[in-house]
């Protein structure tokens, strides 16, 4: 039990019956944000409202702080935690998709020692991770980001603080007016989150163009595989991911 935002109704809707329940709030060594060699650490307890308010965030990962705003509401970023927000890995949530444009690194630690996962590697479908039984994600390193560092955020919702029907995070890396890696991850389209390689590879070869831009939409529809769901059908989620990725791209090439 960390935040509990997640664990608490599983708890009262019966879904989940854990024989114990162990508080790990009072752990020291998980929570925290600091910098480490080339890398912004941020402990797997700290609450969303700290990432909100950190000068360290906006300053060394702005796309992290930039998306933390759009998490649920200010009662949930309270309490809710970025460990248990990935380690519950909700396909429309904003900071699986995060951690993967970003490529984060997590710190994972069981009875047989501590580990790293990347979490372009972790998110394996739709609530499943790479944490195994006996394991537990004590924290998440973040590459620090340079000035040569873009990113865009863009997400749509029934209402602010819901879950979102489509979302997508860009983070790429420029060298004067060419790109030399774009990360382009969208979520609540899929069980887990999707990187969009080879739509952004047409864009890494040819430039970032109108004519390139309209091109890479066309092998988007083909690339993304997407899933429906009661709010928002396939159709739908596929105008919002082709209308976000025209807009990122149009944002991060100024």
């Known amino acids: 039990l960390a935040g509990g935002q997640s664990l608490i109704p599983t708890l009262n809707m019966r879904l989940s019956a854990p024989k114990r329940l162990v508080d790990i709030n009072d752990v020291a060594e998980m929570q925290g944000i600091e910098l480490q060699d080339g890398y912004l650490y941020v402990g797997a307890l700290t609450r969303h409202a700290e990432l909100q308010q950190s000068q360290l965030v906006a300053t060394h990962v702005p796309l992290l702080a930039t998306a933390i705003a759009h998490v649920a509401h200010a009662a949930i970023r309270n309490r809710g935690t970025i460990g ?3 380690a519950m890995a909700d396909p429309a949530s904003e900071l699986p998709a995060c951690s993967v444009a970003l490529n984060a690194e997590f ?3 069981g009875i047989s020692g501590m580990r790293t996962a990347l979490a372009r590697s972790y998110f394996k479908g739709l609530y499943e991770t790479d944490l ?6 004590v924290g998440v390193r973040f590459p ?3 000035a040569s560092t873009v990113s865009a955020f863009r997400e749509h919702v029934r209402r602010r603080g819901d879950f ?6 860009v983070s790429a890396e420029r060298d004067g007016a060419d790109f030399t890696d774009i990360a382009a991850v969208f979520f609540a389209v899929a069980d887990r989150p ?9 864009l890494l070869d040819g430039g970032m163009s109108d004519a390139n831009i309209q091109g890479a939409l066309k092998t988007l529809e083909g690339e993304l595989e997407i ?3 009661v709010y928002t059908g396939e159709a739908m989620k596929m105008h919002l991911a082709k209308h976000y ?3 990122t791209m149009e944002e991060i090439r100024g």
């Open 245 to 247: 990725f025209k807009e």
């Open 84 to 86: 248990g927000n990935l």
């Open 164 to 169: 979102a029907n489509t979302g997508l995070v």
């Open 194 to 202: 999707v990187m969009a390689q080879d739509t952004v590879a047409c």
């Open 107 to 109: 710190t994972i630690a």
């Open 227 to 229: 899933i429906g769901d």
């Open 132 to 137: 195994q039984a006996d394991e537990l994600l």
């Open 144 to 146: 620090i980001t340079g």
